[in-house]
């Protein structure tokens, strides 16, 4: 009996040394936020991605990757606003080209990572011009903002994704499409 309780107390202190270091390593490391890229309706592509957003710890800079699989001649990224149609709104900031705002082709296919970066105040454009890059990382957490890949073919955009929650249940999961959200 004595060797049973002794097993259970080290497999409890275990799993608790394990869970105080997986939340050592996120509050040290930042938080972090994907964002699923699909197919606007209508649009014509084998084309997907994501998108992930990284807020240091001072709160002060965003660190983003943007990876694509099959996208046939990109021109530019941004993150906006999701508009009152889950459509993309206002830009808030360019992902891509990541030297400032002008299209910049990609030619032919293309998979993997397109832009990666940082985002910082001074990046930050329409209703978050003078605002923090936390409050940008705010809006794609809770899906207020949402990333858009436009290509030559589909100049007002061909992939777009918003950050929706991890969990879903199961009447979710079967109801969910492949098309992006909000088209």
Do not use: C
Request: charged share 20%; aromatic share 6%.
């Amino acid at each position: 009996m004595r060797k049973i309780v002794l097993t259970v107390l080290g497999v409890v202190a275990f799993l608790a040394f394990i869970a105080t270091g997986a939340a050592w390593a996120n509050l040290m490391h930042g938080e972090r936020v994907k964002v699923k890229l699909g197919t606007i309706p209508g649009v014509k592509t084998s084309a997907s991605g994501d998108a992930v957003f990284k807020l240091s710890k001072d709160g002060m800079t965003i660190h983003f990757k943007l990876t694509l699989k099959k996208i046939d001649n990109a021109t530019m990224a941004h993150v906006h606003v999701v508009g009152d149609n889950g459509t993309p709104a206002a830009i808030l900031a360019w992902i891509y080209p990541t030297t400032g705002m002008a299209p910049s082709l990609r030619e032919g296919s293309f998979s993997g990572t397109l832009a990666e970066g940082d985002i910082t105040a001074d990046k930050l454009l329409g209703p978050l011009k003078g605002g923090t890059v936390k409050d940008l990382y705010e809006k794609i957490e809770h899906g207020t903002a949402g990333v858009a890949i436009h290509t030559k073919q589909n100049g007002s955009g061909e992939l777009w994704g918003i950050h929706k929650e991890k969990k879903k249940s199961q009447a979710e999961k079967k109801t969910s499409s492949g098309a992006a959200p909000g088209y």
